[in-house]
């Protein structure tokens, strides 16, 4: 089955940091663009952080800038993403994906229908 297998989320208090490990099964991501995304109780999925195939640009949404660090290992087909300073609303389950819509390898936005390989998600939540 060709999918992304998320893992690292857990339980961690407001201002703690955590590192989520997003592998490709099934399939060589390296050159696609590879997002991650997270969907909170009642929410829409929303894309939080991007890196490019081509070059390892990176993009992030402006509520996780300078505390999200997206980065990707072809060698072992794995994405990460270090998340700091984490807040209560960043609780959510993290998702990660493949620009599969013809991106050409570069990060071009979150529309959730253009993205594929969704794997079973890990849960994050920011708590006291």
């Known amino acids: 089955q060709l999918q992304f297998v998320e893992s690292g989320g857990g339980l961690v208090q407001p201002g703690g940091s955590m590192r989520l490990t997003c592998v490709a099964s099934?399939?060589?991501?390296?050159?696609?663009?590879i997002a991650w995304f997270r969907q909170a109780p009642g929410k829409e999925r929303e894309g939080v952080s991007c890196?490019?195939?081509?070059?390892?640009?990176?993009d992030y949404v402006d509520s996780v800038k300078g505390r999200f660090s997206i980065s990707r290992d072809n060698a072992r087909n794995t994405v990460y993403l270090q998340m700091n300073n984490l807040k209560r609303e960043d609780t959510a389950v993290y998702y990660c994906?493949?620009?599969?819509?013809?991106?050409?390898?570069?990060?071009?936005?979150?529309?959730?229908?253009?993205?594929?390989?969704w794997g079973q998600g890990t849960q994050v939540t920011v708590s006291s």
């Open positions: 099934g399939f060589t991501a390296d050159t696609y663009a």
């Open positions: 994906a493949a620009d599969i819509a013809g991106g050409f390898g570069f990060c071009s936005g979150y529309v959730v229908n253009e993205f594929g390989y």
């Open positions: 890196i490019a195939g081509i070059d390892e640009s990176t």
